[in-house]
């Protein structure tokens, strides 16, 4: 894709990390598969990009302090605001890998069956994918993510760890 501004959009599947419980009691919670969303706004320099994103990423906890959670009255959300570059890798072919890594901050909801604790903290993401060209201004991105929190929210009494994997596919229009 030649060098300008472009907008970008992708959905798929988060795999949230095991949590880990601290400081009210140790303990951990797993999660069952969740989804991905984003969307980005960002500039193409032709091999290196950066870009604004907006994320969403939720998903259901399947235990809590080891006892199962059956009704789904326990999730997670977490809503980011990175600042993203990338690394096109330039072949010869309408595929072009890229690599790509950023900063920002997460925003964490957690909601059981009584209450919702709300907390921000910084975050950083790594992300490795591949780009298909379909048009000369759309691409059909398909990626891996894994996005962490640098620190631990701190929801009702715990301090909670974050951390996940999504598989997105997206497009990415350039103007």
Do not use: C
């Not at 969403?56 to 199962?68: I, P, S």
């Not at 690394?87 to 909801?109: C, E, N």
């Not at 921000?120 to 490795?128: E, I, K, R, T």
């Amino acid at each position: 894709m030649a060098a300008g501004p472009y907008i970008g959009a992708a959905a798929g599947v988060s795999l949230y990390h095991d949590s880990d419980l601290s400081t009210g009691g140790a303990g951990k919670i797993e999660y069952r598969t969740g989804r991905a969303f984003s969307a980005s706004l960002g500039y193409n320099f032709d091999g290196f990009r950066f870009e604004g994103e907006a994320g969403y990423k939720h998903a259901y906890a399947d235990t809590f302090q080891g006892v199962e959670v059956r009704d789904r009255s326990m999730d997670t959300t977490i809503s980011s605001y990175m600042a993203n570059a990338y690394w096109d890798v330039k072949t010869k072919s309408a595929v072009t890998p890229f690599l790509g890594a950023g900063i920002g901050v997460l925003h964490g909801r957690m909601t059981d069956a009584y209450f919702a604790y709300n907390d921000h903290v910084p975050g950083y993401q790594f992300s490795a994918g591949t780009g298909i060209k379909i048009t000369n201004n759309l691409n059909l991105d398909l990626s891996y993510r894994y996005q962490k929190a640098a620190k631990d929210f701190f929801i009702g009494i715990y301090d909670v760890s974050y951390a996940s994997s999504s598989f997105l596919a997206g497009a990415r229009y350039n103007f």
